[in-house]
T-cell receptor
Framework: AQSVTQLDSQVPVFEEAPVELRCNYS??????LFWYVQYPNQGLQLLLK??????LVKGINGFEAEFNKSQTSFHLRKPSVHISDTAEYFC????????????FGQGTRLTINP | DVKVTQSSRYLVKRTGEKVFLECVQD?????MFWYRQDPGLGLRLIYF???????EKGDIPEGYSVSREKKERFSLILESASTNQTSMYLC?????????FGEGSWLTVV
């Protein structure tokens, strides 16, 4: 079984400041890793994913994440945030075979203050 | 672009009613999923389907059933709605190691 822990339920930052959203996971097998974003009253949109290869993954809207196998982490970063980044962010893992069901963390609400 | 469409965005139903949530995808994906989203709990898997007429229970199937008669359509059924099923329901389909989500259906049971 897999589990995902997002270490912060809420993260307030000022506009143009850097941000890091933390994600740790537990799994007995190799996994794929994902970050999704959810804007108010909308579904989930894929930000980025790690399947294999380089551990630094770049996504949309200037976000990037680094896969750290030894620490079983997949933290999301952005060097300079904008008001439009205000949203809820979900980290998720899936098996590498079969239906590849996603297992989600509890979510982190990112609030950008002017 | 992959499109996953949930036909009902906002529903209000009475306790005991039978509720159907419909989901359609346009990319010929084999795997489809229904998740439930609640504050502080993230998304939890209710059911998934890996082909027409094939389904498997997820983590929280109690009180729900599903139907997949055609590849593009995956329906979630609440046989007798209860107030603890008030939630946001998200449908998804999988292609190329990525899962794509619909816009969600907000269900309120009164």
């Amino acid at each position: 079984a897999q589990s995902v822990t997002q270490l912060d339920s809420q993260v307030p930052v000022f506009e143009e400041a850097p941000v890091e959203l933390r994600c740790n996971y537990s799994s007995s097998v190799s996994v794929y890793l994902f970050w999704y974003v959810q804007y108010p009253n909308q579904g989930l949109q894929l930000l980025l994913k790690y399947l294999s290869g380089s551990t630094l993954v770049k996504g949309i809207n200037g976000f990037e994440a680094e896969f750290n196998k030894s620490q079983t982490s997949f933290h999301l970063r952005k060097p300079s945030v904008h008001i439009s980044d205000t949203a809820e962010y979900f980290c998720a893992v899936s098996d590498r075979s079969g239906a590849q069901k996603l297992v989600f963390g509890q979510g982190t609400r990112l609030t950008i203050n002017p | 672009d992959v499109k996953v469409t949930q036909s009902s965005r906002y529903l209000v139903k009475r306790t005991g009613e039978k509720v159907f949530l419909e989901c359609v995808q346009d990319m010929d994906h084999e795997n489809m999923f229904w998740y439930r989203q609640d504050p502080g709990l993230g998304l939890r898997l209710i059911y998934f389907s890996y082909d027409v007429k094939m389904k498997e229970k997820g983590d929280i199937p109690e009180g729900y059933s599903v139907s997949r008669e055609k590849k593009e359509r995956f329906s979630l059924i609440l046989e007798s709605a209860s107030t603890n099923q008030t939630s946001m329901y998200l449908c998804a389909s999988r292609g190329a190691n990525t899962i794509y989500f619909g816009e969600g259906s907000w269900l309120t049971v009164v």
